[in-house]
């Protein structure tokens, strides 16, 4: 029997786990990589292995979605479980930091995730490794430019071009909401059915933010809050909160843990956790009215664009803003299209709903579980 597995490395990859365990056609194994562990490949600046999960954390994963996830704590565990593995699937930092033997290795890059040290070990295993992006717009210069490379490495999209292979999995989550209806999702999430749901992703970039330091963040965000409790809304807050992000946050001395205690009063609800089917972050945008996206961040480009959840950010448009959310071709491309917008109210709502199902189609393709199998294991 072949044996196929996903190295599952930090808790925002659940929802890409989930869908992998519960469409693939033949026996999937979901292996929890919890460990330290220093790059194979000498990087001038080093890529490392780290345990992302607490023990409480994996023991509601498990009781959450399946309780046959295989926690790995040692690198010579994971070596195992890759020599008897046929095919070997992660988001790409195993492949990037260590060396895996598995008989073919594909790295679900999506949106150019770990893409340039991916072009780089593509030496190391030749056809053994193949790079699956959502759809072949990733690969379009024009488009993306050097988005998750330098300069240097643009030749090597052209160079490699058989590595690469297309196909899109975030639509099998939506496909599984509408088989409810929002009420029902509310109910299950303890949200209110008379109410319109803002949720806040509080969550501020440390390297592309659109706001002028901590202090400029909180004041955009507490104006948000105010002027959308105002209109009446129920607000729900939503930060990523795992023991690696906590970390993150302090290292940074950004204000996701710092500045909670400011917008305690200014929320009514908080909903940080994981777990369950679909992952609560798509559950909870699913069943909101609008995003209030503090600040760049995935969640946007993710969830929030696939549950057609529009989005609003408090920035300003001018040069200086504009060149930092360019850093990122789809959040670029979402500003333009008029699916974040900065200001809020019906013509913005309108604009949005005109726009998003002709740009999902223009950044992903088409979904079909079947053809994400067909591509990945043929």
Known sequence: MSNYIYCLNTPKELSLAMF???????????????????????????????????????????????????????????????????????????????????????????????????????????????????????????????????????????????????????GYNYEILKGKSKDEWKKELGLPLDRKIATLSFRMSADCSVHNGSADFMAAVKKSLKKFRDDGYFIVCRRRMSQRDAQYYRQCRTPEISGFEEIRDLIDVSIDGFGGFPETVWRLLYSSDVLILADISGIARIEALFCRCPVYMPFEKNETTLKRLGTFPIIKDMVKNDLIFNEYGNESIEKYHANVENFIKKWHNDYSAEKFWDVVLK
């Open 20 to 170: 992998l365990y519960k469409t693939s056609p033949v026996p999937l194994k979901i292996v929890m990589t919890n460990f330290s562990a220093a790059d194979k490949y000498n990087w001038p600046k080093s890529k490392a292995m780290e345990p992302w999960f607490s023990n409480e954390d994996i023991a509601t994963i498990k009781e959450k979605t399946s309780k046959d996830i295989i926690v790995c704590s040692t690198e010579k565990h994971l070596n195992e479980l890759w020599k008897d593995s046929d095919v070997c699937m992660s988001r790409g930092r195993e492949f990037v930091v260590l060396k895996s033997p598995a008989k073919k290795n594909v790295a679900l890059s999506l949106d150019r995730c770990y893409f340039g040290r991916l072009l780089d070990v593509i030496p190391h295993y030749g056809d053994r490794l193949k790079i699956l992006l959502f759809s072949p717009i990733w690969l379009d210069e024009k488009e993306c430019g050097d988005y998750e490379i330098n300069p240097k490495q643009k030749n090597l999209i052209n160079k490699y071009r058989n590595a690469f292979i297309f196909a899109d999995v975030l």
